[in-house]
């Protein structure tokens, strides 16, 4: 039984963990600054990922209200299997279930890929303190 779910979470960690986005910020039609964040999925999803967007979601409403609210933060959730986001998950290189930070300052965008830490700490009481201190990181460089 723990030989399956161990190779159920190895699958899902190597086929769903992207790759940084290592060539720098990509030129974008949108001006000023702002945080995305970003959770690909597939239509199919399992429990852990489920869970990453549930923990993300609260964090966002509980710390940063204000911000979500003036739109300095955005949270989206993005099915990678539909059609209309082929494009953006393929900007992203996101082909499976991924989370993502993306920067907008100035029309660039820079993607501050997540998805090892989120699979990694998902069931961790730590996950929502790194998160919000990743994003409040972010917030003091825009």
């Known amino acids: 039984m723990k030989f399956s779910y161990l190779f159920v979470f ?38 852990t990922c489920l869970k990453i967007e549930d923990s993300t979601n609260k964090l966002l409403q509980a710390d940063f209200k204000k911000e979500m609210d003036a739109g300095t933060i955005t949270f989206r959730v993005v099915n990678i299997d539909d059609e209309a986001n082929y494009k953006m998950a393929e900007r992203f290189q996101a082909a499976g279930t991924a989370l993502f930070i993306n920067v907008v300052r100035n029309g660039e965008e820079q993607h501050i890929d997540l998805t090892d830490f989120a699979f990694m700490k998902a069931y961790d009481d730590e996950f929502a303190n790194e998160l919000k201190a990743k ?6 460089t825009l």
């Open 10 to 47: 190895a699958f899902l960690l190597f086929t769903s963990c992207q790759p940084q986005d290592k060539d720098g910020p990509i030129a974008t039609t949108e001006t000023g600054s702002k945080i995305e964040i970003i959770d690909f999925h597939t239509t199919h999803r399992c429990q």
């Open 135 to 140: 994003i409040e990181a972010q917030l003091k």
